[in-house]
T-cell receptor
């Protein structure tokens, strides 16, 4: 049982390049999330999808777009990468959006923008 | 505005002793709290949670205490083991949003 799978694990981009981070979960979860982790900042929510067909902005959505492709997959796109987007990105899922729901995380994507 | 704060970036504890990790929050609307553990090159994994209707929750070596009046929670690990060495994040949520706000993390090192 893979849980939450993210690809790629590492990526180096030049300023202005675009890329898509992929995330898939096999736990039949309804809700999916994208977080970024920066030193001294903890984990900050970029976007989330409460259920298939819906997406909403989190704390730090600027510079990102998301697509909930189907129930399993939730992708994060950087249209024009900036050095400020250098970070570790985590995808997560939960059974639903609800109090008491636990988040299950992928292993992360380390992104460097030069 | 950091709504969830972990003021100790790091903590070192001798094996077998108690580890106490602290977390403070500012939003009185928060009513559910979780602790996550993170090893290098891995994603965070759920450790333990507590609802605001309780002041203590225990799971094996791990106990979380919640002091609502002080807006403070703590994670106790007894006894500490070298395998507990990791970064610990606390997270908070409230019924209105169901989105979790994470603290900045505390790196625990358990010395053998």
């Amino acid at each position: 049982n893979a849980g939450v799978t993210q690809t790629p694990k590492f990526q180096v981009l030049k300023t202005g390049q675009s890329m898509t981070l992929q995330c898939a979960q096999d736990m039949n979860h309804n809700s999916m999330y994208w977080y970024r982790q920066d030193p001294g900042m903890g984990l900050r929510l970029i976007y989330y999808s409460a259920s298939e067909g819906t997406t909403d902005k989190g704390e730090v959505p600027n510079g990102y777009n998301v697509s909930r492709l189907n129930k399993r997959e939730f992708s994060l796109r950087l249209e024009s990468a900036a050095p400020s987007q250098t970070s570790v990105y985590f995808c997560a899922s939960s059974g639903s959006i609800g109090l008491g729901e636990k988040l299950f995380f992928g292993s992360g994507t380390q992104l460097s923008v030069l | 505005d950091q709504q969830v704060k972990q003021n100790s970036p790091s903590l070192s504890v001798q094996e077998g002793r108690i580890s106490i990790l602290n977390c403070d929050y500012t939003n009185s609307m928060f009513d559910y709290f979780l602790w996550y553990k993170k090893y290098p090159a891995e994603g965070p994994t759920f450790l333990i949670s507590i609802s605001s209707i309780k002041d203590k929750n225990e799971d094996g070596r791990f106990t979380v205490f919640l002091n609502k009046s002080a807006k403070h929670l703590s994670l106790h690990i007894v006894p500490s083991q070298p395998g507990d060495s990791a970064v610990y994040f606390c997270a908070a949520s409230h019924s209105g949003t169901y989105k979790y706000i994470f603290g900045t993390g505390t790196r625990l090192k358990v010395l053998a």
